[in-house]
């Protein structure tokens, strides 16, 4: 399979980075929906939570790389072609995922800013954006939260429609994407 993407299918750096994304946001709402499994302060917990932070910023590392790759390397054709206005609804939905997965974890190091908390980062701790200001870390937290929310519906309707792609329509959506047996 070619590094690049074709006319016709993602290549393997298209591929990685799109598969390795869905494996880390697993990890980051894993992390947090698994923290209420203990008690406030416990060790498990605290730990859940810095590998919450931890892999959400691993999104924001990932998005740098997917949108260079995304702007600079050519998009393969569905076949049979799309009506326009599929066309039109999964652009609007690629953009609001580009914008969600990184927004989301600027979102959260922005909330640990203003809270005053360290942004740890696979072993080292990245500075603060915002000076402490407890009243907008808990806004900050608030918006990011509804937004998580919003991310399982992006999710699930992108995977959703990649799914009616490859089963009700029958074209190449899914095949573009998904990696080739050997």
Request: glycine residues 8%.
């Amino acid at each position: 399979m070619p590094w690049k993407n074709t006319s016709s299918r993602y290549g393997t750096v298209s591929i990685a980075l799109h598969w390795l994304t869905v494996l880390v946001l697993i990890g980051v709402y894993a992390c947090i929906n698994l923290t209420d499994l203990f008690a406030k302060g416990s060790a498990p917990r605290e730990a859940l939570k810095d590998g919450h932070f931890m892999l959400g910023l691993a999104v924001l590392a990932l998005m740098a790389p997917r949108l260079f790759n995304r702007v600079l390397g050519e998009t393969p054709a569905v076949a049979p072609p799309l009506p326009r206005w599929q066309q039109g609804l999964a652009s609007a939905m690629h953009i609001a995922l580009y914008v969600f997965l990184v927004a989301m974890p600027l979102l959260g190091w922005l909330t640990l800013s203003a809270s005053g908390k360290p942004i740890p980062f696979f072993g080292i701790q990245l500075p603060a954006l915002l000076a402490e200001n407890k009243d907008l870390g808990k806004q900050l937290k608030e918006v990011h939260e509804a937004l998580g929310t919003l991310g399982y519906f992006l999710v699930g309707a992108h995977a959703l429609a990649a799914l009616f792609h490859h089963f009700i329509t029958r074209d190449n959506t899914l095949l573009r994407m998904w990696p080739q047996r050997r």
